[in-house]
């Protein structure tokens, strides 16, 4: 699994200071789990999920596809935040 963690943060662009920010963590337990010294919680798992869109079922076992294809409200509320995003309060 650490493989797949490391998959999914390199492919987003993300530091290891990034990627455990968004989901709560320390760079360096984000470090200890890409090398295999620790083994992720379920609310680790969890939480990388739902924050970056992750198949749970490929996170754990690699079977499928790495990234939930969004859902049409996740798609309407990225073009929304697109269009607004040079437009003041």
Not at 56 to 67: H, I, K, Y
Request: glycine share 8%.
């Amino acid at each position: 699994m650490f493989e797949r963690i490391k998959h999914i943060r390199t492919s987003l662009g993300l530091t290891q200071e990034q990627f455990a920010s968004k989901i709560g963590l320390t760079r360096n337990y984000v470090a200890k789990i890409e090398i295999g010294n620790r083994e992720p919680s379920d609310r680790t798992i969890s939480d990388i999920c739902r924050e970056f869109g992750v198949n749970e079922t490929w996170l754990r076992t690699g079977a499928g596809e790495p990234f939930m294809p969004p859902s049409r409200s996740e798609e309407m509320g990225r073009l929304v935040k697109s269009l607004m995003a040079d437009k003041p309060e």
